[in-house]
């Protein structure tokens, strides 16, 4: 998730009171005692290429629930976050929607996503997910989502390349340090002008995070008040990727700036390259390398398993006016049946436990099993005031070290110090 929508709220929402309601232990449902009259609610998403798996849900629902009618409505991700504030603010939002972390802090201080906590404590929710994805979208002790899915990084590569120069494989066991001799291995065996053996690209997600993790450092500190770019461990574990760029590993910021490393990859000259689980089916869909890839667990560093991890969360709407059906329809959103139908479609890794192993099963000829066998022990993104200001700042900034222009150390100082300002910064 690399692009963020900018969030422009001016939002003044009375919480609405809502009347006590009780889960069926049969169905995972928000009311004991449902109404047969006739319901009506929205669900907002983002991904086209996720809609059949949210129809097929939908239609689950649907039949068990014969007097409830719900509309999906699809707005491409550029987009998503301008028009779903924009009917928040105007009172309309949709009554059940999609949302990731990385907005969860400004919308639940800003009243207007529902506080799911007493049904999700009378579901099976914090017992059949992954700690760390339930925690994402709560605060003190208050739960705000049910965990829809989630995405983490392995290594892919192309194995035509591999061949081509006999050269070995990459496997699950390698180090950052074995990763960059693979790469220089590569360039010794003759890789053809116009390939790559590897890239790294300013992105914190799925390259430099888990190695910063890994390493000791942090991006913000456990209370949230200030960043830890200064620190030598962040830096150590950001410089461990430019480092390729500086060796002639990678292409330069400016090439990768102007085409991104998947594209790349997706052209077949790219040997190596870290991608996120939502790459999948574009992977696995493109003519041109589908049969000439594979991908395996992430490189350690410092001697640790590294991982980020990110999920997506279904939010309710504070002001929804079909607020118990939105929140039944929200909690089976998380049930075996729900997570099932998403996780075969092989678009998402499901974030139900039980369910994660669809997503494999659904691409058996990769071994997929690298996005979900460390998930447990995955770092979270850092979440804080202004995170997304954060984030952006970080990108920019980070440029010029990336460029080879100027130390990361000194890079680092300086954005510590701007960060600094913005997570102290009150909206």
């Not at 995170?387 to 954005?415: H, W």
Request: charged share 25%; glycine share 6%.
């Amino acid at each position: 998730m690399r692009q963020f929508g900018k969030i422009a709220m001016c939002l003044i929402l009375v919480c609405m009171m809502v009347g006590a309601v009780s889960c069926s232990k049969k169905k995972e449902t928000a009311t004991e005692e449902k109404s047969l009259e006739p319901v009506s609610i929205t669900f907002a998403i983002w991904d086209k290429k996720q809609k059949p798996a949210m129809e097929e849900m939908v239609g689950a629902y649907t039949k068990a629930h014969p007097n409830v009618s719900i509309e999906i409505l699809l707005t491409p991700y550029k987009e998503y976050w301008t028009k779903l504030e924009a009917a928040m603010v105007g009172g309309k939002g949709p009554d059940v929607f999609w949302y990731n972390v990385l907005h969860a802090d400004d919308y639940i201080n800003a009243g207007i996503v529902a506080d799911l906590t007493p049904y999700i404590k009378k579901s099976d929710i914090l017992k059949s997910f992954p700690k760390n994805l339930v925690e994402n979208y709560a605060r003190e002790g208050k739960y705000y989502a049910v965990p829809k899915d989630f995405d983490t990084n392995a290594l892919w590569f192309n194995k035509e390349i591999f061949d081509n120069l006999g050269v070995a494989y990459p496997t699950n066991d390698m180090s950052v340090a074995d990763l960059k001799a693979k790469a220089q291995e590569l360039v010794d065996a003759g890789l053809p002008e116009g390939y790559y053996p590897f890239a790294a690209p300013i992105d914190f997600q799925t390259w430099y995070y888990q190695t910063v993790y890994a390493n000791g450092g942090y991006i913000v500190n456990a209370d949230k008040t200030a960043t830890g770019y200064a620190k030598p461990e962040t830096a150590a574990g950001i410089q461990c990727w430019i480092d390729f760029i500086e060796e002639g590993l990678s292409p330069s910021l400016e090439v990768m700036s102007e085409t991104w490393p998947d594209v790349i990859f997706e052209a077949g000259q790219l040997a190596m390259n870290l991608a996120g689980s939502y790459m999948v089916p574009s992977y696995s869909q493109n003519e041109l390398i589908r049969d000439k890839i594979d991908c395996v667990e992430l490189p350690t560093y410092n001697g640790q398993k590294t991982n980020c991890i990110n999920g997506l969360g279904y939010g309710v709407y504070e002001n929804s006016k079909n607020k118990a059906a939105a929140i039944d329809f929200a909690l089976w959103l998380g049930s075996s049946e729900a997570m099932a139908i998403q996780g075969k479609s092989g678009s998402v890794i499901s974030a139900r436990t039980d369910a994660q192993k669809y997503f494999a099963e659904a691409n058996p000829k990769y071994n997929l099993k690298a996005y979900t066998v460390h998930a447990d022990k995955a770092y979270p993104l850092p979440v804080a005031n202004n995170i997304l200001e954060i984030y952006r700042l970080e990108s920019k900034m980070l440029q010029d070290a990336y460029g080879l222009k100027r130390p990361l150390t000194e890079v680092l100082a300086e954005l510590q110090v701007e960060a600094d300002k913005l997570i102290k910064k009150r909206r």
